[in-house]
């Protein structure tokens, strides 16, 4: 199947090296960039921040970016994503200023070798269909002994939320079992995978992590609404529906929501795999675009 040109996949938020749709910033932050910020903290915790030049790689609309400039104002953080869209949602936020943000390709990165003292990237990678490209790209913009580090929803068994949604839909509509099975196998989600693709790029003291945070709900509409944002594989699903089968699913997603009690505030866990490794000195080589 031919790739259509890159410039015609951004201005629908898709790229040849991303299959989230992203077309509206403020969308996606009810979707997913209000748990995005939440899980920066801890993978902040994991990973380290210092001051020095940071490479945020699929930045989204500025959360973790936002993060490190709160712990290390000092810093100099660049930010890159695929979708023009999200790109200008972070320069217009507050709490991004003085950051650099750039549309761009995960698996090219428009930066020279070692240009970056730790290289970061939040629930990216399993969007990338050639993630250890991006992952080498990442240990090639690290500098020496510099710090690269990623997280991943734990898309199969850490994310109860989404499994509410995608098992509901399943049920109803045979269709919607491939929007489960592309959710569950997923790049880089399964135990060790990011650790077996960190030591395979060549990163040296490679450690791994689980994170865990909570998903909070304030009722079923604040569970229900992102869906009709059309952010990502959900939001495409749901936009793509009939208008009888949206209601349809509505219906079965409420009653899975109550789970026996009225209306009101969830808590539901998600949990991500991360992991973070050391680029190797010069004297042991370098990777190679």
Request: hydrophobic share 45%.
């Amino acid at each position: 199947m031919a790739l259509r040109p890159m410039a015609a996949d951004r201005e629908n938020g898709m790229s040849a090296s991303s299959t989230f749709t992203a077309t509206d910033g403020d969308a996606y932050e009810q979707t997913m960039g209000r748990w995005s910020r939440r899980l920066a903290e801890p993978f902040l915790d994991f990973a380290g921040s210092v001051d020095g030049d940071c490479l945020d790689l699929g930045s989204g609309t500025g959360s973790l970016t936002a993060a490190i400039l709160r712990r290390t104002p000092g810093a100099r953080v660049v930010g890159i994503d695929f979708s023009p869209v999200y790109v200008a949602h972070a320069q217009a936020r507050a709490d991004t200023a003085g950051a650099e943000f750039r549309v761009g390709d995960a698996c090219e990165l428009p930066f020279p070798d070692h240009s970056f003292d730790r290289v970061l990237c939040l629930l990216v990678l399993h969007f990338v269909p050639r993630a250890p490209d991006a992952v080498a790209e990442m240990r090639r913009v690290a500098r020496p002994s510099g710090v690269a580090a990623a997280t991943v929803w734990d898309t199969r068994g850490g994310m109860v939320a989404h499994r509410l949604f995608r098992d509901t839909a399943a049920m109803l509509d045979p269709a919607a079992e491939a929007l489960r099975a592309e959710s569950a196998l997923r790049p880089m989600t399964h135990p060790g995978e990011l650790g077996a693709a960190w030591r395979a790029a060549g990163f040296a003291d490679v450690a791994e992590a689980y994170l865990t945070i909570r998903m909070e709900f304030a009722s079923f509409e604040d569970f229900w609404s992102p869906y009709l944002g059309g952010q990502g594989p959900g939001g495409v699903y749901v936009a793509g529906l009939e208008p009888s089968a949206r209601e349809r699913l509505r219906e079965a997603l409420w009653r899975a929501y109550l789970d026996g009690e009225p209306d009101g505030p969830r808590s539901y866990a998600a949990s991500a795999w991360a992991v973070r490794g050391v680029a190797p000195d010069l004297d042991r080589g370098t990777a190679s675009r």
